[in-house]
């Protein structure tokens, strides 16, 4: 028994003179406050030289393709509808012509896309002396090729005319 009361004397001795100590005191505050001094400049560079030099944007363009993002999802619901397909030229056109108003809003959207389509080709015919012809041709190949399976698109029989089929997923 002696020795349980010796571990229990020791233990609380040790705690005794523990609970007297106190921690050091560390003091975190600054005599004066500290000031940071920063200095900035900022450069804007411009590295397309002609269009800086006209004072013109970098991109004419952005209104174009602006507009058309807006209406990218009516032009897929349209698509998915199988209302409007995928031409050849690289333009939509309307497959059913829906009376009223649900009608004018196809027409007067898919009327707004190929305009814009146009004004896209057409800077493109001009920026890689082609024929707007040939970037037609290109887009509607791209256009089609980006469909989704079963979307409508304009396609080319075996004599040399066209028909709409839809998209197979070839």
């Known amino acids: 028994m002696e020795t349980k009361t010796l571990k229990y004397f020791g233990a609380a001795a040790a705690i005794a ?7 050091p005191t ?10 940071v001094d920063i200095a900035m400049r900022l450069d804007v560079y411009s590295h397309n030289k002609e269009a800086a030099a006209k004072g013109a944007p970098a991109s004419p363009t952005s209104d174009t393709e ?12 349209f698509k998915n509808s199988r209302l409007i397909g995928e031409g050849r030229d690289g333009l939509l056109s309307i497959q059913v012509d829906s009376p009223g108003e649900p009608g004018d809003y196809v027409r007067k959207t898919v009327a707004a896309e190929n305009e814009d389509r146009m004004t896209l ?5 001009e920026k890689g002396e082609k024929s707007l012809a040939a970037v037609q041709t290109e887009q509607g190949a791209l256009w ?6 079963g979307e409508l698109i304009e ?11 839809p998209k197979s997923g070839r």
């Open 17 to 23: 003179l523990m609970a007297g100590c106190s921690a």
């Open 26 to 35: 560390v003091n975190l505050a600054t005599g004066e406050p500290i000031k």
């Open 66 to 77: 602006t507009r058309r993002r807006n209406r990218m999802a009516d032009i897929q619901n």
């Open 121 to 125: 080709m057409k800077a493109a015919a």
């Open 144 to 149: 089609q090729k980006r469909s989704f399976e």
């Open 155 to 165: 396609i080319t029989n075996p004599d040399g005319t066209f028909s709409w089929a």
